[in-house]
């Protein structure tokens, strides 16, 4: 089991649809965890912190469910330049210190 | 601020070459990192340090050396490429206080032939 997963999707989307992906996540140990937003043959940039209450940013919420082990992304009013893939990470402190990335959601906002 | 820089931006290799790709950061971070991303795959930890002389491995170090002589500098060398490591390699710095946010530079694009 990969220890951050998310759906590769693409979502195809209207512009003005709200969409939401969710990320999985394997360790328990996890403290900090983020969403970033990655463009095609760019790097990747945080998007939003989720923080353990949501967060709100705009037209993006973010949400962490420790009990479940997952966070959320929700778009509202997309826009086509909200076209991207979207990259959930997590930061596992201790022994190790470092982030683990998920392979990304891809979105398509369509005009 | 130019935040974190990599150089080259794209390099083309014969098998058995060997290379170092430089980053730089200006924002004082302590953690750098590297990692390489490639289809499906995600971005994976290659070497990372969490101060200046210190490195450690990630999960995909084999193949790879760093060095961190400089705060500020995180160099990442092949001694003889193959044509395994053909791919995108990112550098990223961090603090480990306050936002923990990760930086992350525009990437250098490896092509080992």
């Known amino acids: 089991r990969k220890e951050v997963e998310q759906d590769p999707g693409p979502f195809n989307v209207p512009e003005g649809a709200t969409v939401a992906f969710n990320c999985t996540y394997s360790?328990?140990?996890?403290?900090?965890f983020f969403w970033y937003r990655q463009d095609c043959r760019k790097e990747p940039k945080l998007l939003m912190s989720v923080y353990s209450s949501g967060n709100e940013d705009g037209r993006f919420t973010a949400q962490l469910n420790r009990a479940s082990q997952y966070i959320s992304l929700l778009i509202r009013d997309s826009k086509l330049s909200d076209s991207a893939t979207y990259l959930c990470v997590v930061n596992i402190k201790g022994g190790t210190y470092k982030y683990i990335f998920g392979t990304g959601t891809r979105l398509k906002v369509l005009a | 601020n130019a935040g974190v820089t990599q150089t080259p931006k794209f390099r083309v290799l014969k098998t058995g070459q060997s290379m170092t790709l430089l980053c730089a950061q200006d924002m004082n971070h302590e953690y750098m990192y590297w990692y390489r991303q490639d289809p499906g795959m995600g971005l994976r930890l290659i070497h990372y340090?969490?101060?200046?002389?210190?490195?450690a491995k990630g999960e995909v170090p084999d193949g790879y050396n760093v060095s961190r002589l400089k705060k500020q500098n995180f160099l990442l060398g092949l001694e003889s490429a193959a044509p395994s490591q053909t791919s995108v390699y990112f550098c990223?710095?961090?603090?480990?206080?306050?936002?923990?946010?990760?930086?992350f530079g525009p990437g250098t694009r490896l092509l080992v032939l």
């Open positions: 340090s969490v101060g200046e002389g210190t490195t």
């Open positions: 360790n328990s140990a996890s403290q900090s």
């Open positions: 990223a710095s961090s603090s480990p206080t306050g936002s923990e946010t990760q930086y």
